[in-house]
């Protein structure tokens, strides 16, 4: 069933990055979740370059610079701190706008949270 699920996911994905393409100006937000943590990056395809990352294993979090969401336990409440971390470090790096890559993810819990994060810092989509 594992398998599956991930051929299933990894041909989602393939169909998802045919459309997406993070630019400079525009890069793509990146997103994977494994079964403990969730990870994000900012990258230029046209570079070949990561610009930023974050996730829920980085010190960041630990520091003290998580919102409050009580309506989000968990690791759903996690990505959603992991998203809001991410869009202050894209806000600090003049960029406005991205590119969301749900790198064959379903638009739900964890990967919709970070995503609300990331929109609650004030980034656009």
Same mark, same amino acid.
């Given at each position: 069933?594992?398998?599956?699920?991930?051929?299933?996911?990894?041909?989602?994905?393939?169909?998802?990055?045919?459309?997406?393409?993070?630019?400079g100006?525009r890069?793509?937000?990146?997103?994977?979740?494994?079964?403990?943590?969730?990870?994000?990056?900012?990258?230029?395809?046209?570079?070949?370059?990561?610009?930023?990352?974050a996730?829920?294993?980085?010190?960041? @979090?630990?520091? $003290?610079? *998580?919102?409050?969401?009580?309506?989000?336990?968990? =690791?759903?409440g996690v990505? +959603?701190?992991?998203?809001?971390?991410?869009?202050?470090k894209?806000?600090?790096?003049?960029?406005e706008?991205?590119?969301?890559?749900?790198?064959?993810y @379903?638009?739900? $819990?964890r *990967?919709?949270?970070?995503?609300?994060g990331?929109? =609650?810092?004030?980034v656009? +989509?």
């Open positions: 069933m594992k398998n599956k699920k991930n051929e299933s996911r990894l041909r989602r994905k393939k169909s998802i990055r045919k459309n997406v393409f993070g630019t100006i890069p793509r937000l990146s997103v994977f979740r494994s079964n403990l943590h969730i990870y994000a990056q900012l990258i230029d395809d046209e570079s070949g370059r990561t610009l930023l990352s996730s829920s294993a980085a010190k960041e @979090l630990s520091e $003290g610079n *998580v919102e409050n969401t009580e309506n989000m336990k968990g =690791k759903t990505s +959603f701190n992991v998203g809001v971390v991410l869009g202050k894209i806000l600090e790096n003049n960029i706008s991205i590119v969301f890559d749900r790198n064959g @379903l638009y739900h $819990g *990967v919709k949270a970070l995503a609300d990331v929109r =609650k810092a004030g656009k +989509f």
